[in-house]
């Protein structure tokens, strides 16, 4: 059985069919080319697959596609270009906080909702949120710099309002 | 990892929802986050022709203020429990247990009713809303029914759910000043290894009331007999009777040897951890802060 469904992704306007059992990951790699989503647990712990849904970060690779319907989707795709990816490329890069980029584009995608939560600001909050995240190269350190880094700036306190 | 082929149900009322579960039988399941279902699919463990949707059903949604208390609608996600306020203000202890389950993506879809039904072995809300005395209301849009939490687990999986009947909502008692709830866990992986929630009421420095439930370490939590034991103590015997309740505690459970640990490991654990939270509970009803 398959869905009619209208979703935004990555701001743009999306009507199509997609099948009831296809997983969002599966959708956005497959169907829509969109590869910054990773595939690699599958079972919701690592958080590669990590996308926004509603500016709220799920897992797409147990996330039904049909389930887009009327919602608002963000990979990383679509960050590129915005104020939000230039101050956080921007910090990561500065705090070498990528080793070998597996991780990035969902920790960059974890990161950005933290904007619309209002949670960047003591590492603790960072850490909760961030803690679903995994980089097997273990850089935490380095992540948490860069987050913690632009907490206080003034990019940040602007993009909070945007969000 | 593909899904097996299914066709996905949108009911948008719980009469509807409850018609399509009872004609398709055991062939249909009721899905809302499908952040534990999907994942039972996926891996092969479980096999359905069809699921039924429960997000667009309005019964499912909201907190509401019913006396003291809430009665929070089943449909909720963790994380808008989490954030909200009316949650913090008469069970303070919630929200931080809820904040703590599995990562922050599966708290944006994971729902609180989904966790119960579900019925994993290893749930902090199983076990801590069985501590607060939390009831549960069971319906099919037209009768429905109210169900202690702790009577709500028949075994790992399974629970007192009729064909067709529905988890509708959670109705959660306040927890009043003089009263100390608390939850405490430990988790190695996504789910807690051991968690144990507890209840107590203190009136002019004697417990008059305790409550134990030790949870994610047997099949469904467990209520030890042993905190009968701190009924009528008095403050100076507090901290003995507490380790007293603890050890028998862990000798009486059964833990179940599972990949995060032996049953004697997880019983050494249960004493620890029934430990720290009748210290949290207790400290908690006098208003202190941990």
């Not at chain 1, 590669?48 to 795709?77: F, M, N, Q, R």
């Not at chain 2, 909201?62 to 929070?72: C, D, E, F, N």
Request: glycine letters at 8%; hydrophobic letters at 45%; charged letters at 25%.
């Amino acid at each position: 059985m398959s869905t009619v469904i209208t979703a935004t992704i990555n701001g743009r306007a999306f009507r199509g069919e997609v099948e009831d059992h296809e997983l969002l990951l599966d959708f956005l790699r497959e169907d829509l080319g969109l590869i910054g989503a990773r595939q690699s647990c599958e079972v919701e712990v690592c958080g590669s697959c990590t996308v926004l849904v509603d500016g709220l970060p799920v897992s797409s690779c147990c996330y039904l596609a049909c389930d887009l319907d009327g919602k608002v989707v963000e990979t990383i795709e679509g960050l590129v270009g915005t104020p939000f990816h230039e101050v956080l490329s921007d910090a990561f890069v500065r705090h070498g906080a990528v080793q070998c980029g597996y991780c990035t584009p969902a920790m960059v995608l974890t990161a950005k909702s933290l904007f619309f939560d209002d949670l960047l600001k003591d590492e603790e909050s960072v850490k909760k949120a961030m803690r679903g995240n995994l980089c097997r190269c273990t850089g935490y350190r380095a992540i948490l710099d860069a987050l913690m880094d632009i907490a206080a700036s003034e990019p940040t306190v602007e993009l909070r309002a945007q969000a | 990892m593909k899904l097996p082929p299914f066709e996905v149900h949108r009911p948008s009322s719980l009469h509807n929802a409850s018609r399509l579960l009872r004609d398709m039988g055991s062939e249909a399941v009721p899905i809302n986050g499908g952040t534990e279902l999907l994942l039972a699919m996926k891996l092969g463990l479980a096999q359905y022709a069809h699921l039924v949707d429960l997000k667009r059903i309005p019964e499912l949604r909201g907190v509401r203020r019913v006396g003291s208390g809430l009665a929070v609608g089943a449909g909720m996600t963790h994380r808008e429990l989490e954030s909200s306020r009316s949650i913090a203000e008469a069970v303070a202890e919630m929200p931080r247990m809820l904040a703590e389950i599995a990562n922050v993506r599966v708290r944006s879809v994971g729902t609180i009713g989904g966790n119960l039904c579900f019925a994993d072995p290893h749930s902090d809300p199983a076990t801590f809303l069985s501590a607060i005395e939390a009831t549960l209301v069971l319906g099919d849009g037209s009768t429905s029914r109210r169900v202690p939490v702790d009577e709500f687990f028949l075994g790992a999986y399974e629970t007192k759910l009729e064909p067709g009947e529905l988890l509708v909502e959670v109705t959660v008692p306040a927890v009043p000043t003089g009263t100390g709830a608390a939850h405490v866990r430990m988790k190695v992986h996504e789910r807690p290894t051991v968690t144990v929630a507890a209840k107590v009421m203190v009136e002019r420095d004697t417990i008059v009331r305790a409550r134990l439930v030790v949870g994610s370490v047997c099949g469904t939590p467990v209520l030890p007999q042993a905190i009968d034991k701190l009924i009528g103590a008095p403050r100076a015997a507090w901290s003995e009777r507490v380790r007293e309740v603890a050890a028998l505690s862990a000798a009486a459970v059964a833990p179940v040897a599972d990949a995060e640990g032996s049953s004697r490991y997880k019983q050494a654990l249960v004493e620890v951890f029934v430990r720290r939270a009748l210290d949290a509970a207790l400290s908690n009803a006098q208003g202190m802060t941990r």
